[in-house]
């Protein structure tokens, strides 16, 4: 319930974009509905049925769109955190032409911070508390137990590592600066 109705906590882009499209239906919904309880009657029939419940539409429609406006400010407001900045910036969609196509792009396209930021820890973790790809430095518990049994038999089969090899010095004496050991 917090992914579409809190404003707190991160969500990445393709969390955003799949809210996005749930937006979408929810907001097509009440269209269809609509469209299938008149598409085989006449004009006159269709006249009656609005006249009679006009009303409930007209809420039906105003449900479906105030509960669509708030999921989609509740995800956007954590994309933008995501991104480490204001819940506040999600006000740029209401600057005429530029707005809308800003946010698609700094919501849909940019890539937001990794590790923890000002808004907690990024999100993308998956059902098992393992965060995925996040640039997080302390993996989820799962993959540590996964992966200490295969670092403990990879030090245990590793040789003890020998000394580095010396290398004659080149022509100016130098093994430092390129392949001519230049300094």
């Known amino acids: 319930m917090n992914f579409f109705f809190g404003i707190q906590g991160r969500i990445g882009r393709l969390q955003w974009w799949g809210a996005q499209l749930i937006i979408f239906v929810l907001l097509a919904t009440p269209f269809f509905i609509v469209g ?3 598409s085989d009657m006449s004009e006159e029939r269709i006249r009656q049925v609005f006249a009679s419940n006009g009303l409930a539409l007209i809420i ?3 449900a ?3 509960l669509a406006v708030w999921m989609n400010v509740a995800v956007t407001v954590k ?3 995501d991104r480490n900045k204001s819940g506040f910036w999600f006000l740029i969609v209401f600057i005429p032409f530029i707005g809308g196509i800003w946010q698609l ?4 396209f940019l890539s937001g911070t ?3 930021n000002d ?6 973790g ?3 508390g393992e965060y995925l790809d996040n640039g997080d430095p302390e993996p989820g518990p799962l993959r540590r137990q996964r992966e200490e049994p295969a670092r403990q038999r990879q030090a245990a089969a590793s040789p003890v590592a020998a000394p580095p090899a010396t290398r004659p010095a080149g022509r100016h004496g130098s093994t430092g600066f390129g392949r001519r050991g230049l300094s």
């Open 114 to 116: 990794g590790g923890a």
């Open 105 to 108: 792009v700094e919501c849909g």
């Open 126 to 128: 998956n059902a098992f």
């Open 60 to 62: 039906m429609f105003l």
């Open 119 to 124: 808004f907690g820890q990024r999100g993308g």
């Open 36 to 38: 299938m309880g008149v």
């Open 79 to 81: 994309r933008y955190h």
């Open 64 to 66: 479906f769109y105030v």
